[in-house]
């Protein structure tokens, strides 16, 4: 499930070098460890629906802070803002803002159609891999 966000953190130190890859795996992942807390704050809901993909029981019924397009843009430019602030690397924080955003993007490839742009904007995106069993087998083994 994670393997996709972390691949990015990997390819991404390449980019960034002087970027921690503990920052860069926080950055792929950041939209996750966010829907943590706004799911346990009451803020966000998923579901545990057995069946509703082959490779997922997971059903985002509302995780518009965590993980839409303009929210991961805002975290994204938050996290790489504080790292810009802390480091003075423009060219680090450029791909930690990266990174957070890649998050959407993979998550659009491997979700049903779940993934919001904003909050309040209920059109949803998802190509669905976690449909088919080889196709998610398959992305796994090639990352």
Do not use: C
């Not at 503990?22 to 799911?39: E, P």
């Not at 509302?62 to 839409?68: K, M």
């Amino acid at each position: 499930m994670f393997v996709g966000h972390f691949a990015v953190a990997f390819a991404a130190k390449r980019l960034a070098p002087k970027v921690s890859l503990a920052t860069l795996i926080l950055a792929a992942a950041l939209s996750d460890a966010l829907w943590i807390v706004f799911f346990t704050a009451g803020l966000e809901e998923v579901v545990i629906q057995p069946g509703i993909m082959v490779a997922n029981s997971l059903n985002l019924v509302y995780v518009p802070f965590s993980h839409s397009l303009v929210m991961d843009a805002v975290w994204g430019g938050l996290f790489a803002g504080l790292y810009f602030l802390a480091r003075r690397d423009a060219i680090g924080a450029w791909i930690i803002f990266a990174a957070v955003l890649s998050h959407w993007v993979l998550d659009v490839v491997t979700h049903r159609p779940d993934m919001q742009l904003a909050p309040g904007i209920e059109m949803r995106f998802g190509l669905g891999l976690w449909n088919s069993r080889p196709a998610t087998l398959i992305r796994s083994r090639s990352i």
